[in-house]
T-cell receptor
């Protein structure tokens, strides 16, 4: 089954404790992206990757890092989480090259930073 | 600053009625406008999309109307059903970078039986 998986699905942590949210896709997509969803703000793009070792900033990259060492994986790293990073996070993937291709989203990771 | 403005924030419609969600933008470089549907506990899923060279696109009960001069586009759900109850997001992608997505703030639709 074609899918985007994220782990963990729920995470409660404390300020300053480094964490990683994993994202994996099995569709051989070149493009992957991270978003955060907040009430009243919709989804905002954090980072995206066009292929292995190629990443770029989205609209809200501050406080986040990403890496793309393998085509199927695109982890999101919060090196020193703060309460304003409490949010619902989505990973997505798509074939690179065409804006009209469907972007597939993962199930989401709900992060709470205390 | 939100590049795509979406309204209303929430919408209640009776079964069989028409649901209308509106989006507006300023950036004339936007070249592709998808709509996403999100059910509780799930990620968004592409519903329907349009390019600015057409004024309307219809897929089943879902229609996008696009007004290029007004820089506005809207989603119409005809014969709304309780199963359509979800949050809907409009989005826009610029022609200079089709890797960047700008989403509206979302509309929570509740279709009452």
């Amino acid at each position: 089954e074609a899918q985007v998986t994220q782990n963990p699905r729920y995470l409660i942590t404390v300020t300053g404790k480094k964490l990683t949210v994993t994202c994996s896709q099995n569709m051989n997509h070149e493009y992957m992206s991270w978003y955060r969803q907040d009430p009243g703000l919709g989804l905002r793009q954090i980072y995206y990757s066009m292929n292995v070792e190629v990443t770029d900033k989205g609209d809200v990259p501050e406080g986040y890092k990403v890496s793309r060492k393998e085509k199927r994986n695109f982890p999101l790293i919060l090196e020193s989480p703060s309460p304003n990073q409490t949010s619902l996070y989505f990973c997505a993937s798509r074939r690179q090259g065409w804006s009209t291709d469907t972007q597939y989203f993962g199930p989401g990771t709900r992060l709470t930073v205390l | 600053q939100q590049q795509v403005k979406q309204s209303p924030q929430s919408l209640i419609v009776q079964k069989g009625g028409i649901s209308i969600i509106n989006c507006a933008y300023e950036n004339t470089a936007f070249d592709y406008f998808p709509w996403y549907q999100q059910f509780p506990g799930k990620g968004p899923a592409l519903l329907i999309a349009i390019r600015p060279d057409v004024s309307e696109k219809k897929e089943g009960r879902f229609t996008i109307s696009f007004n290029k001069s007004a820089k506005q586009f809207s989603l119409h759900i005809m014969d709304s059903q309780p199963g359509d109850s979800a949050t809907y997001f409009c989005a826009a992608i610029p022609k200079y970078n089709f890797n960047k997505f700008y989403f509206g703030s979302g509309t929570k639709l509740n279709v009452k039986p």
